[in-house]
């Protein structure tokens, strides 16, 4: 139960605030895994194009590379949507960075100031972590169908900021007012849709030059890494159109895939 939570998530008032009739079915959950992990399996399954579940305390939230996704109840949110892509459509790549812009557009209409995206999934703002997307794909039969994990904090208690080997913020530092998860959650879930919409059309190569404006590394010297291999440094210089990242190194430019490497600021 919510007893202690100011703000409870519920499906009503985000499908109220989507307006009807709903594009999403929303389904609130107090506890589970993960809700990626749920989704993924009903991806296998039969489940619908349309799904949404948010939870209030996962107990296994996950990021890229069996990393760890923390969060508080009351003052996180935590959701997947489940979509599935027309058949015969290519794999979506770049759709992490789509994701990114959707938040970011998201964000910016509810006045957070200073949202930037990092290469290829993490959202922050001055510098720091206000959360993370993980796409995750099943194909089969010649469809793509994608789990679309979004964590932010709203609020970030001592706890998570202590937890994390990274530094992390808040939506309510860079935001004039404290917003209602369930308005932020009907926000983003518009956000998504129109998103989806576009990048049936265009894939990632419509969303380049947005992603671009809000590059948090644009022109900055990085580092890439990857297990087992030694990091490969050079400037950020761009997107490419399918997401990888451009990164101009003493040998030249080298296009860089996100799969297993993170990016790190020199
Ligand atoms: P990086 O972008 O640093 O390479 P990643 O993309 O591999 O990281 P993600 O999948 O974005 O990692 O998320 C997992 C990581 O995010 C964790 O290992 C931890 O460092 C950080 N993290 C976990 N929970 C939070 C949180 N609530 N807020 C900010 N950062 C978090």
New binding site residues.
């Given amino acids: 139960m919510n007893i202690n939570i100011v703000d409870p998530l519920n499906a009503e008032m985000v499908s109220a605030a989507l307006g009807f009739p709903s594009p999403f079915r929303i389904e609130v959950l107090d506890t589970c895994e993960s809700t990626s992990t749920l989704l993924l399996d009903r991806a296998h399954k039969d489940g619908r194009s349309d799904s949404v579940v948010v939870c209030e305390r996962q107990s296994a939230g996950r990021?890229?590379?069996g990393?760890?996704?923390?969060?508080a109840p009351g003052d996180?949110l935590t959701f997947s949507l489940l979509w599935r892509f027309p058949a015969g459509m290519p794999p979506p790549t770049g759709l992490s960075l789509a994701a990114g812009v959707a938040v970011a557009r998201a964000l910016e209409g509810m006045e957070a100031a200073g949202v930037r995206l990092?290469w290829p999934?993490?959202i922050l703002a001055d510098g720091a972590?206000l959360g993370?997307i993980?796409v995750e794909t099943v194909s089969s039969g010649g469809r793509h169908t994608a789990v679309i994990g979004i964590?932010l904090?709203v609020r970030l208690p001592r706890e998570?900021a202590d937890a994390?080997?990274?530094e992390?913020g808040a939506l309510v530092s860079v935001m004039p007012y404290a917003p209602s998860r369930n308005l932020l959650l009907a926000n983003l879930l518009k956000a998504m849709a129109a998103m989806l919409d576009e990048f049936e059309h265009t894939g990632f190569a419509g969303f380049v030059e947005e992603w671009l404006a809000r590059n948090a590394h644009a022109g900055q010297l990085v580092s890439i890494h990857a297990e087992g291999v030694p990091p490969v440094e050079g400037r950020c210089v761009g997107v490419d159109a399918d997401g990888a990242l451009l990164l101009d190194t003493a040998t030249g430019v080298r296009r860089i895939v996100s799969g297993e490497v993170?990016?790190r600021k020199k």
């Fill in positions: 990021g890229r590379r990393r760890s996704w923390l969060s996180s990092k999934n993490d972590k993370g993980l964590g904090n998570i994390i080997d990274t992390a993170s990016l």
